[in-house]
C-alpha cells in the first residue's frame, strides 16, 4: 500500500442498510430501532430534575457559618474629652477658645478642665496668656506661635501686637518687621489703625524698645532695641526682604 494501513476513521464508511428496510420510516419497521432522539428523552425522563433532588436532601448544619461581626459601640465620651473636643474643632478652623467664655456656656467648666488636664488623651490641648483671658487651642492643628499671634488679634491691642511682633521677629529670625507685615493676615490692619498704635508706642514706657526707621526705598521698619541694634536693623532692612 503506498501510504501504509489506514487508520479508523480515516475514512467515513457508510453504514450497509438491509435492503428491505431501507426507505421505510421507523412506523413502518415495527419499532425496532430507537430513533436518537427517543433514547435522549427516555434518559432524561429517567433523572430527577436538579432543584427537586437538592430539596429532597436532609438539613445538615453548615460547618462553615458566615461569622456575625458584632457592631462596635462607639465609646462614651466624658465631659473632659467633650470639652477638648469642642477646642479641636475650633482650632481646625483656626480658632482659639477664650476661657471666659467656656466658662459662660458651661457650669461645671472648672471640674471639666480638671479632668482635662489629668486626662492622657486630652495631653494637645494647650493655653496661651493674653492680656485679657486665657485663650485654649489644640497642638494638633494649631501650632504655639499661630495661637499667641491669634490671641493678640482676639483682643484687638494692636500696639501690644506690633510690640510683641516686633520682639519675636527680631529675636527669632533675626529681622526687622516691616510697617505692611501688620497689613497682611492674620492682623488685616489698616494703616490709619497702624498709625494710631505708632502714637500709643510712642507714649507708653512699655514700648520704649520699639524703635522705627526708613530704608532707602522709603519703607517704614520696626526693629527692637536691646535685641537688634540700628545699624543691623537698617542693614538687614537693605539687604533682605522680610518673609513672614
Known sequence: MLFGRRKPGFVQVEEQKDPET?????????????????????????????????????????????????????????PAQELADY??????GAQITARSALAKEIEDFDSRLEALVQDETCKDIASTQGNKDVYYYSRLNMSDNYAMIAA????????????????FNCKTYPLPTPITYFER????ASIPQIERALDVIAREPEYEDIQVFTNSEGVRYFYAEGIMSRKYARALAETEEFTD
Open 22 to 78: 431501507a426507505g421505510r420510516g421507523p412506523e413502518e419497521t415495527g419499532g425496532a430501532e430507537e430513533t436518537e432522539v427517543q433514547k435522549e428523552t427516555g434518559d432524561r425522563a429517567g433523572k430527577p430534575e436538579l432543584m427537586s433532588y437538592l430539596e429532597s436532601l436532609p438539613d445538615v448544619e453548615d460547618p462553615f457559618p458566615a461569622r456575625e461581626e458584632a457592631e462596635e459601640e462607639p465609646e462614651e465620651r466624658t
Open 87 to 92: 477646642i479641636r474643632l475650633r482650632s481646625a
Open 152 to 167: 493678640l488679634v482676639e483682643e484687638k491691642d494692636l500696639a501690644r501686637t506690633i510690640a510683641k511682633m516686633v520682639r
Open 185 to 188: 493676615h492674620p492682623y488685616y
